[in-house]
């Protein structure tokens, strides 16, 4: 397929998200290394604490289920906001931000740009992360795209959502009276390849998010390595779910909306 990009996407984050065994050290010690080698591109920091609970079931008859509360130190840093980055006359205004914890590594964007930039911050934050804390593999490595679309802010109220986007994406709306709706959530997991080594979690629903006053459709993509991997094939992986991940929008949405998103095809 030929490849596109919109001059008015409507990417609302995009996340990677790395998960690894448990490094005890980022919950025990400050991460003062691991800022060092952030702080330029996210000098915001904060630190908080995160509770994970777990149902154990008792390995002997007539016993109860326990309840294992588990808590961990998140540590998040931050870009400055685009109002405070255009003061300064500093590049940032993304809404990147990087959370760490004992178990998983997410660097989240909440603007959109190019792949080459997103993918610029996510070299140097998996480089200083293996340089600190030098994980023993990465148990799963996932990018995940989700793109909010607002028929009002893209001037096609009047027009049904079975008209934006293809049959196998919004097929339940054709014939349909839109406003008897009362809610749409599809949900399917797939194999990539066929060795088996990646998987894609496709979910599109209606409803309304922060910051929205209409009903939106909500097309959430997300691609992920279905085995453990070494760390130094993480950028690596990445790239190849970016690979995955390119030509959505043109699987998905009709040729009218395509427009309504500035569809630019880029020629090698």
Partial sequence: MSKYTYTNNQIKNVLLRLS?????????EPP?????????????????????????LPGQL??????????????????ESADVARAAGISGGNGGQISLSNEELILRFSRYSTWSEFKGHAENIVRAFLKIYQPALFKQI????????????????????????????????????????GSYNQEIVMQLDDAKEHLARYKHLLGRVRGETE????LDAEYMTAKPCAPSRGMNELEALHGFAENIIERCASKLLREKLGEVEQHE
């Fill in 20 to 28: 690894y065994p448990t490094i005890l050290k980022i919950d025990t």
């Fill in 32 to 56: 003062v290394a691991f800022q060092e080698e952030v702080k330029n591109s996210f000098p915001e920091y904060q630190v908080s604490g995160q509770q994970k609970n777990e149902i154990v």
């Fill in 62 to 79: 007539n016993a109860l289920p326990v309840m294992k509360v588990e808590k961990s130190r998140l540590h998040t840093f931050s870009e």
């Fill in 142 to 181: 996932s990018l995940r795209y989700i793109n909010i679309f607002n028929r009002k802010d893209l001037d096609l109220e009047s027009h049904n959502w079975s008209e934006l986007f293809t049959d196998k994406i919004a097929g339940y709306f054709i014939n349909c009276d839109e406003d008897k709706v």
């Fill in 215 to 218: 009903t939106c459709f909500i």
